[in-house]
């Protein structure tokens, strides 16, 4: 079956500009999350979704971010007024229930200029 | 603040070869999980780990959680070449669902 999708797979972004960074899980998960993986800081905890429960924002780096999930599936993360060091490779996991498995999909390199 | 830390950070072994990876974590939980990452692709679930003295094996990889002493090992038999990425242990913070991951053990298998 389908994987966890992510769109798009590169972006090159100019500084001060915003992003919207795009998650479809797989059908029917649940659970949806993100996270970053950068040189510097290894992989992060962003934000977290499970069905209709206030998201968990603890991981968010600063106002810049925020997240969204529509109608329980599809997820938008948005990066307002880019920094270089938002550049990384963000990544979307979903599971069927929390805390179970989470698969990851194939993660949006994001560079910053 | 649950921390999690792997040893070693690389590792350069023969193949034919055994070897472990150690992931320890600073506080009470209960789920820990194995992944693999090969360069420039995303992460592969090894092993779901949910309960002390839980053990499994997957082919040259056996994974084992010893909740008490905070401690997960992963075990390499007779390793391959195709082995070699970087495996990373990731551990649910208690009360929460967010995975904490290690620092991730970059394995090279060479002939």
């Known amino acids: 079956g389908a994987g966890v999708s992510q769109s798009p797979s590169n972006k090159v972004t100019e500084k001060g500009k915003d992003v919207e960074l795009r998650c479809d899980p797989i059908s029917g998960h649940t659970a949806l999350y993100w996270y970053r993986q950068s040189l510097g800081q290894g992989l992060e905890f962003l934000i977290y979704?499970?069905?209709?429960?206030?998201?968990?924002k603890s991981g968010l780096p600063s106002d810049r971010f925020s997240a969204e999930r529509t109608g329980g599936s599809v997820s938008t993360l948005t990066i307002q007024r880019t920094q270089q060091e938002d550049s990384a490779v963000y990544l979307c996991a979903s599971s069927l229930l929390s805390p179970y498995e989470q698969y990851f999909g194939p993660g949006t390199r994001l560079t910053v200029t | 603040e649950l921390k999690v830390e792997q040893n070693p950070l690389f590792l350069s072994m023969q193949e034919g070869k055994n070897y472990t990876i150690y992931c320890n974590y600073s506080t009470t939980s209960d789920r820990l999980y194995w992944y693999r990452q090969d360069p420039g692709k995303s992460l592969e679930s090894l092993f779901v780990l949910l309960s002390n003295g839980a053990v499994k094996q997957e082919g040259r990889l056996m994974a084992s959680l010893d909740t008490k002493a905070r401690l997960s090992t992963l075990h390499i038999t007779a390793a391959v070449h195709d082995l070699s990425a970087t495996y990373f242990c990731a551990v649910v913070e208690n009360n929460t669902d967010k995975l904490i991951f290690g620092t991730g053990t970059r394995l090279q298998v060479f002939p």
């Open positions: 979704f499970q069905g209709n429960s206030a998201p968990d």
